[in-house]
């Protein structure tokens, strides 16, 4: 599991991540807003109240609203998912 150490949000429900590993970047998670639990970040002020979990490491929000954060460093450095199978021919 990648462990994420610095959450930032930025405009238009965009979070910029660090990763334990040094990796860095930014997601755009704009899609997901107005889905079910996600419906909450059309707030930008409850966007803006994102933190990193101490104990799990991933982004939280109010609510228990979280993410996970192989997915996220997927998004980020373009690594592949844990578990996924890589093909080559």
């Known amino acids: 599991m990648t462990r994420i150490v610095k959450a930032k949000a930025l405009d ?3 979070l910029h991540l660090e ?3 040094g990796v860095e970047g ?3 998670l704009s899609e997901m ?3 079910g639990v996600f ?3 059309s707030d930008p002020d409850f966007f803006a109240r994102v ?3 101490p104990e799990t490491r ?3 929000w109010p609510g ?3 993410l996970c954060p192989d997915q996220l460093y997927h998004d980020v450095a373009g690594a592949p998912l844990p578990g996924s199978q890589v093909r080559t021919s």
């Open 39 to 41: 419906s909450a970040w």
């Open 12 to 14: 238009n429900c965009r």
């Open 19 to 21: 990763f334990e590993d």
């Open 64 to 66: 228990g609203i979280d």
């Open 51 to 53: 933190t990193v979990d």
């Open 33 to 35: 807003v107005d889905r």
């Open 58 to 60: 991933t982004v939280t």
């Open 26 to 28: 930014t997601v755009d």
